[in-house]
């Protein structure tokens, strides 16, 4: 098995991501025991993160500078979620970065027409794959920001947890139950120490 996708399969699962890939590309950055892992660390990896998740055929080359973009977009979309959450203007730079990304490969709305009647469907910029792949997921960072979703939008509460997710009921607080345990393993432990003489 390779490197990257022993970190794929090591990697818990947070709610929403299966609908929001905005939401798992910003955890594309989290924390294990042993350090910081980043999924999208070179343009390999960058490229492999956006083949699993059909954002781009897997023949279309993704240099480092469109990694790095990805990576700005990522962290630009970070700064939009914490915004919601602490309930504040975001950064101007994190809007633009966003705003960038949804104008440089715009998809064209189509209108399609099936046996079960017509429907909106937008085309993604087929002359720019690379753009039209960082324009899907600003558009769907905008989706989840202007959405009723936008109100299930949560940090993760653990200690230098860096995820974000979808609230599935009002209480919880943590991405996964890893990081629940996690707190209340902390928690107790602090209990017992100011319990004992
Ligand atoms: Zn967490």
Not at 14 to 41: C, I, K, M, W
Request: charged letters at 25%; glycine letters at 8%.
């Amino acid at each position: 098995m390779d490197r990257e996708s022993s970190v794929f399969l090591h990697q818990p699962s947070v709610p929403g991501e299966d609908r929001y890939l905005s939401l798992a590309l910003v955890n594309t950055r989290f924390a294990v025991s042993h350090g910081q892992v980043d999924l999208l660390e070179d343009a390999e990896a960058a490229h492999l993160w956006l083949v699993r998740h059909e954002l781009l055929p897997d023949r279309i080359p993704f240099n480092g500078r469109q990694s790095g973009r990805l990576r700005a977009l990522r962290e630009g979309l970070r700064a939009l979620y914490e915004a919601h959450g602490a309930g504040t203007l975001p950064p101007a730079t994190a809007l633009d970065i966003l705003n960038a990304a949804l104008a440089a490969a715009p998809p064209t709305p189509r209108l399609a027409w099936a046996a079960d009647g017509p429907r909106r469907a937008d085309v993604p910029d087929r002359g720019n794959p690379a753009a039209a792949a960082l324009s899907l997921l600003a558009d769907d960072a905008t989706e989840l920001l202007t959405g009723a979703d936008a109100a299930l939008l949560t940090g993760c509460a653990a200690d230098g947890c860096p995820r974000w997710f979808l609230r599935s009921h009002g209480a919880r607080r943590w991405c996964t139950t890893k990081c629940g345990n996690r707190v209340r393993a902390a928690r107790a432990y602090a209990a017992r120490k100011a319990d004992s003489p």
